[in-house]
């Protein structure tokens, strides 16, 4: 999901595209593994959000995030609303340890109901190849399939993203094509892969993992 649900001048109104409501449309529940808990934004993340998402490395993929720690809270208040509205939703991302979130995961229905959706994240270079993206991307991907009801759970990244693309293959995604000229950046348009995850997919996978058969 390199381009990012949430711009500047979207906090009011909210759309009206069709909705669903569940128990998670409240209060997205608490994600915990080993190395990361995933939760949802609160505003003193904007600080650190702010930190993290806006270095160079990290913002060349997706769109420009918000560009001072003002804009990262207006965001942190339009993410709950959104979510309440059954259309999205994202998870601050928390090392162990720590307390305030160092990357995003969302996921944003693609039709009503959340049978298919789309996914992105965003990580702070400090802690790419720690483990902490894989560890968290279960956690969500699992959340869409089982909690969401996600069938079809696509990701779309640059092919010059080997880092991303690199990642969503290590999480089982499948890559599908390429959509030729699909993402403007700094006044250039660049290709993509589409990559997808089916919940039939998911739960092999996580059958092999119970069974230790893969890592």
């Known amino acids: 999901m390199e381009k990012m649900p949430y711009q500047p001048g979207m906090d009011h109104p909210m759309s009206t595209s069709a909705t669903v409501t569940s128990d998670w449309c409240n209060?997205?529940?608490?994600?915990?593994?080993?190395?990361?808990?995933?939760?949802?934004?609160?505003?003193?993340?904007?600080?650190?959000?702010?930190?993290?998402?806006?270095?160079?490395?990290?913002?060349?993929?997706?769109?420009?995030?918000?560009?001072?720690?003002?804009?990262?809270?207006?965001?942190?208040?339009w993410a709950p609303a959104e979510c309440a509205a059954g259309r999205y939703v994202c998870f601050a991302v928390v090392p162990r340890g720590m307390h305030t979130a160092v990357g995003l995961f969302q996921v944003r229905q693609l039709e009503p109901g959340f049978a298919t959706a789309e996914w992105g994240f965003a990580?702070?270079?400090?802690?790419?190849?720690?483990?902490?993206?894989?560890?968290?991307?279960?956690?969500?991907?699992?959340?869409?399939?089982?909690?969401?009801?996600?069938?079809?759970?696509?990701?779309?990244?640059?092919?010059?993203?080997?880092?991303?693309?690199?990642?969503?293959?290590k999480l089982g995604a499948v890559q599908e094509g390429v959509l030729r000229r699909s993402f403007l950046k700094n006044g250039e348009f660049l290709d993509q892969l589409l990559w997808s995850i089916l919940a039939e997919d998911w739960q092999q996978a996580k059958a092999m993992w119970s069974r230790g058969l893969v890592h």
């Open 27 to 77: 209060a997205l529940p608490i994600l915990a593994g080993s190395k990361v808990t995933l939760r949802e934004l609160e505003l003193s993340d904007a600080s650190s959000l702010f930190a993290m998402l806006t270095a160079e490395e990290v913002s060349r993929f997706i769109s420009p995030p918000p560009t001072t720690v003002e804009g990262f809270e207006k965001f942190i208040a």
């Open 123 to 169: 990580l702070g270079s400090a802690f790419w190849g720690t483990g902490i993206f894989v560890e968290s991307g279960r956690l969500v991907v699992d959340f869409a399939i089982e909690t969401l009801g996600v069938g079809r759970l696509e990701a779309r990244a640059c092919v010059a993203n080997g880092r991303g693309n690199g990642a969503l293959r």
